[in-house]
């Protein structure tokens, strides 16, 4: 699919797409072994941990201020 009209679109879409589909760190293990198993759930292949994120990523702005918050509590 993709999208269709437009350099800016098929730029903004490519870039998210890389985010995406990349490897990413693990928030238990630490390891780069994270893939997107589904809208919003990832997945660590080493550890087998299975967590909730973003759709595209699996840290936000804002969970990562939540989080931050939440610690210093």
Known sequence: MGSR???KI???EDSVLKI???KHPCPKCGK???KRKAKGLWHCNS???TFTGGTYAPVTQAGAATR???SGI
């Open 5 to 7: 009209y437009g350099v």
């Open 10 to 12: 098929r730029k903004l």
């Open 20 to 22: 995406k589909r990349a």
């Open 32 to 34: 780069v072994n994270v």
């Open 47 to 49: 550890c087998n941990a």
């Open 68 to 70: 931050k918050t939440v």
